[in-house]
């Protein structure tokens, strides 16, 4: 599951950059713009990338190692 | 005068942050400097928030809609709720293990150990302090400008002016310098989780009244419907994006603008005061919706605000000089003295939410990467380094307040300049964390192809810089970054590999400790 939440990513920052919306005249709940509504779809999608990442790909051994007593 | 008197009120809360911070802090210096690792998960989420947000997110996002369209969303924002989780997970998190684990405060103390070099510390402390001095200046111009603004004729002898921008940058920076003195990092990490709420729900507010004043319609919805409505009418090509305003090659690298994150000294002790690397969770998924919640309304008002009309009048002249003036007028103009005031009180809090942390992160750099790197940390107390610190902050303060007293030409175009030169060091932290062979000759290598470049593009684009300046049919920031990491990579590898020592210390597991589950 850990690469399916990569694999999103990568998704993302591909369909981030796909220009076929650009010109679009859509209005999206009446008001909202093609081209905006598409972004503001991938920015919501990419919350929901990333708490797939943090789900299965979270990494580990982060906090085994006591801290040192060392510069403040 | 209403206006000045919600500010100032808002100040004075701010105050009590640092004051507040200042009465439970423990005294020691990890505590100024890091808030003793104790911030969890809903005030680093804020925090982070509020320090990557500049005032660039409400006035200069409306502007720049206003300018090139609602693209603008696509262009900075989007990227940024992709770009900056990413730097959130892959080097923030492991960047707070090995702080935790060898007890560093500053970018430069890790680099120092992990390319086993004192000096490498001594080159890149410089180019760091110079990237952060420009978009220091660019907040305390910006925040008095702002003060400025909406205190226009609040004097009856001068109708035309405001409360003079020096007066307002002084207020900035006092009260600015007055939490961060007292309260450190603690009181930092709550003013900002303070700022950033402000900052964000006055922008919503903001929204909704403008929305129902231009709109006019019978409900919120139908006023929804009518602002965008007017803009297919009279400006439809600001509600797509066209060259030459917009190209792919152009986009793209724009992609690397928010990768300047991982670089950000005052990201880096931001990071280091997570309580667990837990902490983390919560941040790198709501960053990105938190992004959302700001910039959409912004960038659909500056949208708006090209077709506005006002008693028969343009809201905004198509030929406004300063377009991020668009927002506060907009405010001025469709609502009363109370939200005006309150959204000056916001545009502020966007301002201080990331001149506090890069106030504390320069105080604590020039403590840790050059006093004590000098003449040792064991002829100071602790107190003593408290002190140190404060000192550095008051001298950093005074200094930047100076150089803005001087207004200096075209500062407001060096900030994609300065994210230009983080995002050009940006291998050398991803090398040094994930590539066990980058070397210190490599490291060095790097940054100075990154310095070199920014310096032969900067020359290049004139002074003050022209926007419209491209490398490539790109950003300059593509060739940099792309330099930078193939002179790491191949001086790197024609050089001798760290030693044992080193790569055990910062490879444990033989794998890096980033192997996930």
Not at chain 1, 2 to 11: D, M, T
Not at chain 2, 259 to 264: D, I, T
Request: proline letters at 6%; one cysteine or more.
């Amino acid at each position: 599951m850990k690469y399916v939440a990569w694999i999103l990513i990568c998704l993302l920052v591909v369909l981030h950059q796909c220009t076929s919306p650009w010109q679009s005249e859509k209005l999206y709940l009446g008001f909202i713009p093609g081209v905006l509504g598409y972004h503001l779809a991938i920015t919501l999608a990419t919350a929901g990338a990333w708490a797939l990442v943090v789900k299965f790909a979270w990494p580990k051994n982060l906090e085994s190692h006591p801290p040192e007593d060392g510069n403040p | 005068m209403t206006q000045l008197a919600i500010i100032i009120g808002y100040l004075v809360l701010l105050l009590a942050c640092g004051l507040l911070a200042n009465r439970i802090s423990r005294g020691t210096a990890r505590d100024y400097m890091l808030a003793s690792h104790s911030i969890g998960p809903v005030l680093l989420l804020l925090s982070l928030f509020g320090t990557t947000m500049t005032a660039f997110a409400l006035v200069g996002s409306t502007g720049k809609s206003f300018q090139l369209g609602v693209g603008v969303y696509a262009l900075m924002a989007s990227s940024s709720g992709i770009i900056h989780s990413l730097c959130f997970f892959l080097v923030g998190i492991k960047l707070w293990s090995l702080g935790r684990q060898h007890g560093y405060t500053t970018q430069t103390q890790y680099f120092r150990d992990r390319l086993e070099s004192r000096a490498f510390g001594f080159l890149l402390f410089p180019i760091l302090v110079a990237l952060v001095i420009p978009y220091l200046l660019i907040g305390i111009l910006g925040g008095g400008a702002v003060i400025e603004g909406v205190t226009l004729g609040i004097f009856p002898d001068t109708p035309d002016e405001g409360l003079p921008a020096w007066i307002g940058s002084l207020m900035i920076c006092s009260v600015v310098l007055a939490y961060v003195f007292l309260g450190g990092m603690r009181g930092t990490a709550w003013a900002n989780a303070f700022q950033t709420t402000v900052f964000m729900v006055l922008g919503v507010i903001a929204f909704l009244v403008i929305a129902r004043q231009l709109g006019g319609g019978q409900g919120l919805w139908d006023s929804l419907k009518a602002a965008t409505g007017a803009v297919q009418q009279s400006h439809p090509e600001k509600l797509v994006m066209a060259p030459p305003v917009f190209t792919s090659p152009y986009f793209l690298s724009f992609l690397l603008i928010p990768l300047s994150a991982a670089m950000f000294p005052h990201l880096f002790q931001h990071w280091l005061t997570a309580r667990s690397a837990a902490s983390f969770k919560l941040p790198i998924i709501a960053h990105p919706i938190f992004i959302t919640i700001v910039w959409v309304p912004c960038v659909l008002v500056g949208a708006w605000a090209t077709s506005a009309v006002f008693h028969g009048e343009p809201l905004i002249p198509a030929d406004i000089k300063n377009v991020n003036t668009v927002l506060p007028i907009m405010v001025a103009k469709l609502s009363g003295p109370i939200l005006s005031g309150l959204l000056a009180a916001g545009i502020l809090a966007a301002v201080m939410s990331s001149l506090d942390s890069q106030f504390l992160c320069l105080g604590t750099m020039f403590t840790n990467d050059i006093v004590l790197e000098i003449k040792g940390r064991e002829h100071y107390s602790d107190r003593q380094v408290v002190m140190l610190a404060r000192y550095f902050i008051v001298a950093i303060v005074a200094v930047t307040y100076l150089l803005s007293l001087l207004k200096p030409p075209g500062i407001f175009d060096l900030g994609l300049w300065c994210f230009s030169g983080f995002t050009g060091l940006v291998p050398l932290v991803f090398a040094a964390l994930y590539w066990k062979r980058t070397t210190l000759a490599g490291a060095t290598a790097s940054v100075l192809a990154a310095a070199a470049s920014w310096i032969y593009f900067f020359c290049q684009a004139g002074y003050p810089p022209s926007p419209k300046y491209r490398a490539f049919g790109m950003l300059p920031v593509a060739t940099i970054f792309l330099l930078s990491a193939i002179v790491l990579v191949v001086v790197s590898l024609l050089t001798r590999p760290p030693s044992k020592e080193t790569l055990a210390r910062f490879f444990p597991t033989g794998k890096g400790q980033q192997d996930s589950g």
